[in-house]
């Protein structure tokens, strides 16, 4: 069983900062992919940043330059940083892990329960 929790969310001012902690524990033997993806209102959840365990990222337009994604092999846990924030990053942000819980098992991918970020004056 991995379980994936996610937290740091909240309420900033436009131009605030804020940093988000995704931790995975459980029977994971190795993790390929951490990824954090946000969701506002009748909206489809869409990508903002991902890491992969030779520390390549990848972002989201709306978010490069603004968003740093990092991540602590060590610990299973991947960070998101959040500066210049503006009110149209107001969401819930989502992380996942890709997991292999044994040498032989595929890469699974496995959700956290979300943390609201608000974005507001």
């Known amino acids: 069983q991995v379980h994936v929790v996610e937290s740091g969310g909240g309420l900033v001012q436009p131009g605030g900062s804020l940093r988000l902690s995704c931790a995975a524990s459980g029977s994971i033997f190795s993790i390929h992919e951490m990824d954090w993806y946000r969701q506002a209102p009748e909206n489809q959840r869409d990508l903002v940043a991902a890491?992969?365990?030779?520390?390549?990222?990848l972002y989201a337009d709306s978010v490069k330059g603004r968003f740093t994604i990092s991540r602590d092999n060590a610990k299973n846990i991947a960070y998101l940083q959040m500066t210049s924030l503006k009110p149209e990053d107001t969401a819930v942000y989502y992380c996942?892990?890709?997991?292999?819980?044994?040498?032989?098992?595929?890469?699974?991918?496995?959700w956290g329960q979300g943390t609201q970020v608000t974005v507001s004056s």
């Open positions: 890491i992969f365990s030779d520390g390549t990222t």
């Open positions: 996942n892990a890709e997991v292999r819980t044994t040498p032989r098992t595929t890469y699974k991918t496995y």
